[in-house]
């Protein structure tokens, strides 16, 4: 029986995903709108959010306090299987949100025997939700949920780092690599969610960089990216 499957954990997310549907609903229905009333590409529509990111990020992010803005079941198992897979026990997770995909990572620790979790949340609400929902799923002494701007509180993660999800303000992915990179094991995972910024996916599929890229058939559409450090 892995943490995964155990009922205290299960029981849990199913919930938390299914508060997830319901707060983020709103949110997704006005982004296909936006989609189609713009008539506009994907492409374009992306280019047009990450330039008022990059504007404000803290503030578009403040406007979503309320919305878990989670992975998906699918996802979130993944990457339970990505964490056990690499045999993790330093992870780094940028954009922590309400700690949805943090459990699926913590799980993987736990089964690994043992491990650290570096969250990052800006939100002050959010990282008290987050801390309370692994303390619910008695995965709360793995994890360090730094509250905080990713950019300053991911400058010492302490030490190798085996597995780096991405998962914050989309323009801040090739920053935040950046930031983890010198501490990133041969090997290491690097997972993007969300991973649409062409700068990021330049960088990440040059080989002369040091990973190995390719996008996932997992969730289409929402730019999943999966990196190995090769160097
Ligand atoms: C897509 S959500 C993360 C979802 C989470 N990984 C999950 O699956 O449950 C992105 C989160 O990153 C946070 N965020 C964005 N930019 C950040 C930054 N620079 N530093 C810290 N948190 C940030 C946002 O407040 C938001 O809660």
């Given at each position: 029986m892995t943490t995964?499957?155990?009922e205290r954990v299960a029981e849990l997310l199913t919930q938390l995903h299914r508060d997830a549907e319901a707060s983020d609903r709103e949110h997704l229905e006005a982004m296909v709108e936006t989609f189609g009333?713009?008539?506009a590409s994907m492409e374009?529509?992306?280019?047009e959010m990450m330039a008022e990111e990059r504007a404000d990020y803290r503030a578009i992010y403040h406007r979503y306090a309320d919305n878990y803005l989670a992975v998906t079941p699918t996802y979130g198992r993944f990457l339970y299987a990505m964490a056990r897979a690499c045999k993790a026990s330093r992870i780094v997770e940028f954009g922590t949100s309400m700690g949805?995909?943090?459990i699926y990572l913590a799980a993987a620790l736990r089964d690994n025997g043992g491990g650290r979790l570096i969250g990052s949340e800006f939100e002050p609400g959010k990282v008290a939700r987050a801390r309370g929902n692994l303390e619910a799923a008695g995965l709360g002494d793995l994890v360090e949920?730094?509250?905080g701007d990713a950019r300053e509180t991911l400058k010492d993660v302490g030490g190798d780092v085996?597995?780096?999800l991405v998962d914050g303000a989309f323009s801040l992915y090739l920053t935040v690599l950046k930031l983890v990179e010198p501490h990133l094991r041969p090997g290491a995972v690097v997972l993007g969610e969300n991973a649409f910024d062409p700068d990021?996916?330049?960088y990440i599929r040059a080989p002369a960089n040091g990973y190995l890229a390719q996008t996932l058939p997992l969730d289409e559409g929402?730019?999943?990216v999966f990196a190995v450090r090769v160097a």
């Open positions: 995964l499957a155990s009333a713009q008539d374009t529509l992306i280019v949805i995909s943090t949920i730094r509250e085996d597995l780096l990021y996916l330049d929402r730019g999943n």
